[in-house]
Every structure is written in structure tokens, then in C-alpha cells.
């Protein structure tokens, strides 16, 4: 808690150890967002969450903070972490609120920030509702070079394609996103991994799930109480998924090796991910372009799910260690083989997910060996203490 010289509570942060123990597996991605307060006092609540081996979102902290100012965050983050035993994330991704920004920088500042991407288009279709409403075609196009830009360069042309087309050159509302492109553009993030943000965006599930729970009129007390039911009903989820993925296998009605491969040893949302991307693939061709090192998979037909409108996905191939790069970067921002790549395996004759392309985090073993592990230190540095008391009696 953060006091004032009176004594009286500012600003309170809490976690407990299920959350800390998710921390040390899972911390290398938080996602922060305070743009929902949430009691009759306006305190701003801000769920401090990332994302566990089945690709759920989980909470590894709660706050109820005094104000929004960078001291506060500070105040808060530095607590996060001292709580969290000094293990600091890789990966901070927020709304974009500046003195957040500042907070960070000046406490970590080589953590990579990002801003949340789900938040850009919401303010986004916010902004320009009314000229989405006016242009005809401009969303779509927006929407087209957002998602479907492969290059930095790609992106930059279209932009302007777009300004020029709409003859939106001097729209105000475009032109600061347009420069803070960095921060949230898939295309510049496309080697970060981030989880299948993309698609779901973290801190706004963990939002609107919780708006649920809770009203605006709410007092701190009833605040506390409504977490708690929260906290329950997510745990359930939780044990849900572990019994799942390591008691209950997923059944596997197929003789194809590379999908009995993932049922062992991916957790079960994640092996339904797989899945879902070994199914797309059949939607491709290949085409070799230069013997043995660059394929281009061509989409043959357009399906419900897909994640680019675009036909064609460049595969460069290195043989001798095994390493296949598609273009569309999702297994560096996803932690999965995409459907392209999964395409080419099949053509080469490959079965078996190639070492390199298996996350350690999404894997059952992961959970179940690292715990094994921090028992066995505890139990050894709780060993050495009891040898130590001995040898001084
Ligand atoms: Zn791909």
C-alpha cells in the first residue's frame, strides 16, 4: 500500500503466490491498461496480466491506484517487481497513456514497450468514425495495409496510397498515428512475440471480463468482494485446462504423425491452435522459386478464418539447421508454425515439428518440469538449512 503522511492508504497493490509463481514462468509479457476505473471513489483499477501456457490471459496483479500520474505508475511497477522477486519482463505492452510511458522509461528503460493494438483501433474507429462513414472504401483500405503490410517499406507506400486516394493528407487524427507506427503496426512488431495478441487483445479481455463482476457505483469493500469471486471462478478455468492437457489427451482420430507429435506434447488450447493452422494449410500450393531455399505457398482458395486477405507467402528454407522463415512471422509472434510453413512440410516430405519451431512455454512438460524444479531447490535449500541448524547444536 502507498500512504500519504497522515497515514492514509493512496493506492493499494495485491497479488498472491499462484500469481508469482505464473510470473516466473510467464513473465516475459505484460500487458497494462488503466483506462477503466472502476468504484464511486474513480480510483483507476489496473490488472497487471499476461498469458499462461494455454494461451489464457492471467492476472498477475491487481491495483487500485490515487491518479493516473507517472510517480503513481512508478510507485507501482517498482512494487511489482520488487514483489516479483526482481524479474523483470522483456515486453510491456499498454494503452497509450503518456505518463505510463514516462513511468517506464525512467525506471526500465530497456524494456520493450508497445502500445496495446487493440486500444489504437478502437480510438481509432472512434476518431474517424465519421469519415469512415463518409469515404467510401477508406476502412477497408485502412484496415488492408494495418493487417496485410509484410514490409515496413509495403506499409509506408500504401499509407501514402491511401492519404492520396481519400485525399486525406492533412487529417489530424491520421498523422500522430501514423508516426507512433512503431509502436503498434503488426508489421514492425511481426518478430515479437506477442501471443496471438493480434487477434484478441489481452488487456481488454481481462477488462471486459471483469466489467462483469463489477459496476461503477461499487465501493472498495464490495470491489474486493467481486474480485474474489473473479479469482474463483478463474481458477476453475485454470485447473480446467491443466487437467485437460496432462491427465485427459486430446484424442487424435488421425494417422498423420506431426499432429499425434503436437497432441503430446502441446497444451490442449494450444494443440487445437496447431490444429486449426494444419487444417489451413490445406488451402496451398507450393511453388518452388530457388532450388531448396525459397518456396512460395500460394493460397488456392480463400477460407473462413484466415488470417491475411493476401495469396502469396514467401518460405525461405535453410536445410542444414532445419530453419524455415515465412514471411508472415507468426510462429515469432505467435509461437506456433503457421499453415504456410506446416504446407511445405508436408511437400518435403517433413513430419515432425523441427525443434526450433517448438515453444517451450506452450508445452505441458514446461509447467510440470519447472514446478518439479523449484520444489526440488526449496527442498534443497531448505535441506541445507536443516543441515546447517544441526551442525551448530
Ligand atoms: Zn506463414
Known sequence: MRMDENNVVKSIFWTDAKARLNYSLYGE????????????????????????????????????????????????????FEVMGGKKSDVIMTDQDAAMKKAIQELIPEVVRRNCFWHITRNAREHLGTLINKRE??????????????????????????????????????????????????????????????????????????????????????????YEVFEEEQKVHEDKNRFESTVQKPKCTTMKPIKKQAADIYTRNIY???????????????????????????????YPGQEFDRDT???????????????????????????????????????????????????????????KKQKMVRLDSEGNQMAKKQSYL
Not at 496483479?61 to 510517480?71: I, N, T, V
Request: with cysteine; charged share 25%.
Open 29 to 80: 509479457y505484460v500487458s497494462f491498461d488503466t483506462t477503466y476505473s472502476t468504484n464511486k471513489y474513480n480510483m483507476p483499477f489496473a490488472p497487471i496480466v499476461g498469458v499462461n501456457g494455454h494461451g489464457r490471459t492471467i492476472v498477475f496483479g491487481w491495483s487500485l491506484l490515487e491518479d493516473q500520474k507517472a510517480e503513481t505508475f512508478k510507485w507501482l511497477l517498482s512494487t511489482f
Open 137 to 226: 472504401g477508406f476502412a477497408k483500405d485502412l484496415e488492408y495495409l494495418i493487417y496485410d503490410s509484410f514490409s515496413e517499406e509495403e506499409f509506408k507506400t500504401w499509407w501514402s496510397e491511401m492519404l492520396e486516394k481519400h485525399s486525406l493528407g492533412g487529417n489530424k487524427y491520421l498523422k500522430p498515428m501514423y508516426e507512433s507506427r512503431h509502436m503498434w503496426v503488426p508489421v514492425f512488431l511481426r518478430r515479437m512475440f506477442c501471443h496471438f495478441t493480434k487477434s484478441t487483445g489481452r488487456s481488454e479481455s481481462t477488462n471486459s471480463n471483469f466489467e462483469d463482476y463489477v459496476h461503477r457505483k461499487d465501493s472498495i469493500e464490495k470491489f474486493l468482494e467481486q
Open 272 to 302: 487445437l491452435k496447431f490444429l486449426q493452422q494444419l487444417q489451413f494449410s490445406d488451402a496451398y500450393t507450393v511453388e518452388e522459386i530457388e532450388k531448396d531455399r525459397n518456396y512460395n505457398v500460394v493460397k488456392l482458395m480463400k
Open 313 to 371: 507467402f514467401v518460405v525461405e528454407v535453410q536445410h542444414e539447421q532445419n530453419l524455415f522463415d515465412c514471411i508472415c512471422a507468426k510462429y515469432q509472434r505467435d509461437g506456433i508454425l503457421c499453415c504456410h510453413v506446416l504446407r511445405l512440410l508436408t511437400q518435403l516430405g517433413i513430419h515432425q515439428i523441427p525443434e526450433a519451431y517448438i515453444k517451450e512455454r506452450w508445452t505441458t512438460s514446461y509447467f510440470e518440469d519447472t514446478i
